[in-house]
């Protein structure tokens, strides 16, 4: 591989001719060959916008020369696109301040800014008024509330706007219910999809809560949190360009101090998708459930077949899209584990787990908003329910006798339970045996579809 010389603080070293990077990514690519994960993409532009919102923040208040912060700017925007996605090429497993990171985009940003035919070096110009310790932090919350803003969020809504949507379509089949996995009283499919388009409602709330501690920002903390080398009214304008380039609404937090030496404001984010995490593992588990057989399992739905299920067995289907989707809340569940960890890491001013916090994050964000998609496109907005497989079930289902606990009593119940079960009977003619009711009173009191409304039958 052609290289070059690049110079740093600690002296010369080799780096690829093509690299816009220079010395100190070169030092970190060789120092931490650990996962061979660079940084996410999101995390890369979530700094590359805060060194473009500095750049503006700097010629303004900072004494940055407007041909320099031009330049800066134009090479910020120039990476927003992605076309140099490939320079940002250091382990997540690196620097706990993720200055590693920082000075990889300051590298680049001065090579790309050095084209427009100024002077323009990494830790001068770009990184003016800032230090990792407030352009990491704030990155971590700037790449995870444009995540949920612009891909979770609305991935969401359109999983419980697809479950609600079946749900009315499905208002009329009434199945049987089961706690402990085993039979319980009858309800609706749309009382069923009811609990989890609930649950993402909720889910939902508590991201949109933790969204707005994750809106308060680093910047302006600069080393160790009292802003040094910034100038005044520094953090105010870059939490203001910042919200002029997203949309979302950023302020300076409270505490430069607290931003820089914690991160909980991510590990509450992480601890709701943790929650949300479980939502879908639940909704996964339920859809495999029902659509278990097709002829020796509950056989209650269908899922769309997608592709051939086994290697070995002809013309099998497996549930696919709920086994992607536990899989990925498996995995949600994991890195919140991770980041706990990481959020206890706080020494005195500095977190220094950020990277791993950052990647973790964005991780998480993007399987919850990929898996949301699937489980709404591919398994709930097509699955076909089998009426049929329903039917007899709820028919024979001893439990229905739950009814009769005011008419009767329970014991007698119980008895006329399991003497239906044991015989393979319906309920409701066992019961014409052994009580005084009539079959039109029993008819009334054991409609599974009148069970479904709560309240005592009549
Ligand atoms: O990189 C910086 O700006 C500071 C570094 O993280 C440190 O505190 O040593």
Same mark, same amino acid.
């Given at each position: 591989?052609?290289?070059?010389?690049?110079?740093?603080?600690?002296?010369?070293?080799?780096?690829?001719?093509?690299?816009?990077?220079?010395?100190?990514?070169?030092?970190?690519?060789?120092?931490?060959?650990?996962?061979?994960?660079?940084?996410?993409?999101?995390?890369?532009?979530?700094?590359?916008?805060?060194?473009?919102?500095?750049?503006?923040?700097?010629?303004?208040?900072? =004494?940055?020369?407007?041909?320099?912060?031009?330049?800066?700017?134009?090479?910020?925007?120039?990476?927003?696109?992605?076309?140099?996605?490939?320079?940002?090429?250091?382990?997540?497993?690196q620097t706990g301040s993720g200055t590693s990171t920082n000075m990889n985009v300051n590298e680049v940003l001065a090579t790309l800014a050095s084209r427009e035919g100024v002077e323009v070096t990494p830790n001068d110009h770009v990184n003016m008024g800032q230090s990792s310790n407030d352009v990491i932090p704030t990155?971590?919350?700037?790449?995870?509330?444009?995540?949920?803003?612009?891909?979770?969020?609305?991935?969401?809504?359109?999983?419980?706007?697809?479950?609600? !949507?079946?749900?009315?379509?499905?208002?009329?089949?009434?199945?049987?219910?089961?706690?402990?996995?085993?039979?319980?009283?009858?309800?609706?499919?749309? !009382?069923?999809?009811?609990?989890?388009?609930?649950?993402?409602?909720?889910?939902?709330?508590?991201?949109?809560?933790?969204?707005?501690?994750?809106?308060?920002?680093?910047?302006?903390?600069?080393?160790?949190?009292?802003?040094?080398?910034?100038?005044?009214?520094?953090?105010?304008?870059?939490?203001?360009?910042?919200?002029? !380039?997203?949309?979302?609404?950023?302020?300076?937090?409270?505490?430069?101090?607290?931003?820089?030496?914690?991160?909980?404001?991510?590990?509450?984010?992480?601890?709701?998708?943790?929650?949300?995490?479980?939502?879908?593992?639940?909704?996964?588990?339920?859809?495999?459930?029902?659509?278990?057989?097709? #002829?020796?399992?509950?056989?209650?739905?269908?899922?769309?077949?997608? !592709? *051939?299920?086994?290697?070995?067995?002809?013309? &099998?289907?497996?549930?696919?899209?709920?086994?992607?989707?536990?899989?990925?809340?498996?995995?949600?569940?994991?890195?919140?584990?991770?980041?706990?960890?990481? =959020?206890?890491?706080?020494?005195?001013?500095?977190?220094?787990?950020?990277?791993?916090?950052?990647?973790?994050?964005?991780?998480?964000?993007?399987?919850?908003?990929?898996?949301?998609?699937? #489980?709404?496109?591919?398994?709930?907005?097509?699955?076909?329910?089998?009426?049929?497989?329903?039917?007899? *079930?709820?028919?024979?289902?001893?439990?229905?006798?739950?009814?009769?606990?005011?008419?009767?009593?329970?014991?007698?119940?119980?008895?006329?339970?399991?003497?239906?079960?044991?015989?393979?009977?319906?309920?409701?003619?066992?019961?014409?045996? &052994?009580?005084? #009711?009539?079959?039109?009173?029993?008819?009334?009191?054991?409609?599974?579809?009148?069970?479904?409304?709560?309240?005592?039958?009549?």
């Open positions: 591989m052609a290289t070059r010389i690049e110079r740093d603080s600690m002296g010369e070293l080799e780096v690829p001719s093509e690299a816009l990077y220079g010395a100190q990514t070169q030092r970190a690519i060789n120092n931490f060959p650990v996962s061979h994960s660079p940084m996410p993409s999101a995390f890369i532009h979530a700094v590359a916008r805060i060194k473009l919102a500095a750049a503006r923040a700097n010629q303004t208040l900072g =004494g940055l020369d407007s041909a320099r912060g031009e330049a800066i700017q134009k090479a910020a925007r120039e990476v927003l696109t992605g076309k140099h996605d490939q320079h940002f090429p250091i382990d997540v497993f990155a971590i919350h700037l790449s995870a509330a444009i995540a949920v803003h612009e891909s979770l969020r609305p991935a969401l809504v359109h999983l419980r706007s697809t479950i609600d !949507q079946r749900a009315s379509e499905l208002s009329h089949v009434v199945k049987t219910g089961r706690t402990h996995l085993m039979d319980a009283m009858p309800l609706r499919m749309d !009382q069923e999809l009811g609990a989890w388009s609930s649950q993402l409602g909720q889910a939902i709330e508590r991201i949109d809560s933790a969204m707005k501690r994750l809106c308060r920002l680093a910047q302006g903390g600069t080393a160790v949190g009292t802003g040094i080398n910034a100038p005044i009214g520094f953090a105010e304008q870059v939490a203001q360009e910042l919200s002029e !380039q997203t949309g979302l609404m950023f302020t300076p937090n409270d505490s430069f101090f607290a931003s820089l030496s914690s991160q909980d404001a991510a590990v509450e984010l992480s601890g709701q998708l943790k929650g949300l995490a479980c939502v879908i593992m639940k909704i996964a588990n339920d859809l495999r459930w029902m659509n278990s057989g097709p #002829l020796a399992g509950l056989g209650e739905i269908e899922l769309e077949a997608l !592709q *051939p299920g086994s290697s070995i067995m002809p013309g &099998k289907v497996n549930p696919v899209i709920p086994e992607s989707a536990a899989q990925a809340a498996a995995q949600v569940i994991g890195l919140d584990s991770a980041i706990t960890v990481a =959020g206890q890491s706080g020494n005195f001013q500095l977190n220094v787990m950020l990277p791993l916090v950052a990647s973790n994050l964005l991780t998480s964000i993007s399987l919850m908003s990929n898996t949301a998609r699937l #489980l709404a496109d591919r398994a709930i907005a097509t699955f076909k329910v089998r009426e049929d497989n329903l039917k007899g *079930p709820l028919a024979r289902n001893p439990i229905l006798v739950t009814a009769l606990n005011g008419a009767i009593g329970y014991n007698a119940a119980a008895a006329i339970a399991k003497e239906a079960y044991q015989a393979g009977r319906p309920i409701i003619d066992v019961a014409e045996e &052994k009580t005084n #009711l009539d079959r039109e009173t029993l008819e009334r009191l054991l409609d599974p579809a009148a069970l479904t409304q709560g309240g005592i039958p009549e």
